[in-house]
């Protein structure tokens, strides 16, 4: 494993090094945030746990559908369905592969993510008072972790303290469960969480995006998500697949689309934290080129040899062959 002092020469700062110059930046957070809150939260594909709890014949019928989007699997069934319904042609088949596929969905998420009570509180709090360094925060991740926090700091500015806090632009209201997103008005002294990939507890409606209102939970918000999921509504989420889908899934969402073209406007520095920018995610990397801004990327090294850091760095800066960019150890941001 590498040490500080090589890793120093090879450019790869401590945190604590870059944390002033960095402070008001925007912070980009992927898969490695989730990470340090729970192991168990990889995202490498809901799909395919979902997948590996489905026998041989409906794994052959969800998988004939070519794409990991649960959404679009869902329409097509029930679409289906209502075609069948007009000719007068049974849908029993159908009706049981929607009903897999719903429990299937909220049995995954029951089992990857976390319960609350569970959750280390002041391990959040920690890193909610690490969050209150930078101003907008974009993230990759679908859990309700970033969610929890962002409750933590509200709270805090609601009581008192020093803290700036965050809207989402879910603000109208829609009915008692749910929030209706709205972009019609800005929010003066508030910062801004954008979930660039959706969330658990966001909900396409007919027409509008929706978020579940604080109110309506209790402190289990994954029973309240799988319960919403019986009722016929999947969350907005884009967990996996190759970038065609994710841009794909993204058009369709209102929120998505303008999640992502506030990252691509935005001109402030960016710190990069908890993501390797794959090729899926290549719709990110396009929306942080668009504008010239300082970067700070971080690099997980682990176990990572010499020549696998500087790969690592050179891929980094042949994405953003126009900005200037600081490299810190991931292990350092949140442990600092």
């Not at 929607?98 to 998420?109: D, P």
């Not at 007919?206 to 999947?234: C, H, S, Y």
Request: proline residues 3%.
């Amino acid at each position: 494993m590498l040490g500080k002092n090589e890793l120093d020469k090879l450019g790869i700062q401590d945190w604590s090094a870059i944390a002033a110059e960095c402070e008001g930046s925007d912070l980009l957070l992927g898969n490695g945030f989730s990470l340090i809150l729970a192991p168990s939260l990889h995202y490498n594909s809901l799909f395919e746990k979902f997948i590996a709890n489905c026998n041989s014949r409906d794994e052959g019928i969800f998988r004939s559908f070519e794409t990991p989007n649960f959404e679009f699997i869902l329409e097509k069934l029930s679409n289906a369905k209502d075609v069948n319904k007009i000719f007068g042609i049974g849908s029993s088949e159908i009706k049981d592969a929607i009903g897999c596929l719903k429990e299937g969905l909220i049995k995954t998420i029951e089992t990857v993510h976390p319960r609350w009570g569970k959750t280390d509180q002041q391990h959040l709090r920690r890193i909610a008072a690490k969050l209150d360094r930078f101003k907008d925060i974009f993230t990759l991740n679908y859990d309700l972790y970033l969610y929890r926090i962002i409750l933590i700091l509200n709270d805090e500015h609601r009581n008192g303290k020093k803290v700036q806090p965050y809207s989402d632009y879910f603000w109208e209201d829609y009915d008692d469960k749910f929030l209706r997103f709205s972009s019609s008005k800005e929010f003066e002294g508030y910062r801004h969480p954008y979930y660039l990939h959706g969330a658990l507890f966001l909900f396409r409606g007919l027409v509008d995006d929706l978020k579940l209102r604080r109110a309506n939970f209790p402190e289990e918000l994954i029973e309240v998500i799988g319960d919403t999921i019986r009722e016929g509504r999947l969350p907005l989420f884009v967990s996996e697949g190759t970038y065609e889908q994710k841009w794909r899934a993204i058009r369709r969402s209102h929120y998505l689309e303008f999640a992502l073209e506030k990252l691509k406007k935005s001109d402030n520095n960016l710190v990069i934290f908890g993501t390797s920018l794959s090729d899926p995610d290549a719709h990110i990397v396009n929306a942080i080129a668009q504008n010239k801004r300082d970067l700070a990327v971080s690099i997980h090294i682990h176990t990572k040899s010499r020549d696998e850091v500087v790969s690592a760095k050179y891929r980094i800066r042949s994405m953003f062959p126009r900005h200037q960019i600081s490299f810190f150890r991931a292990d350092t941001l949140f442990d600092s």
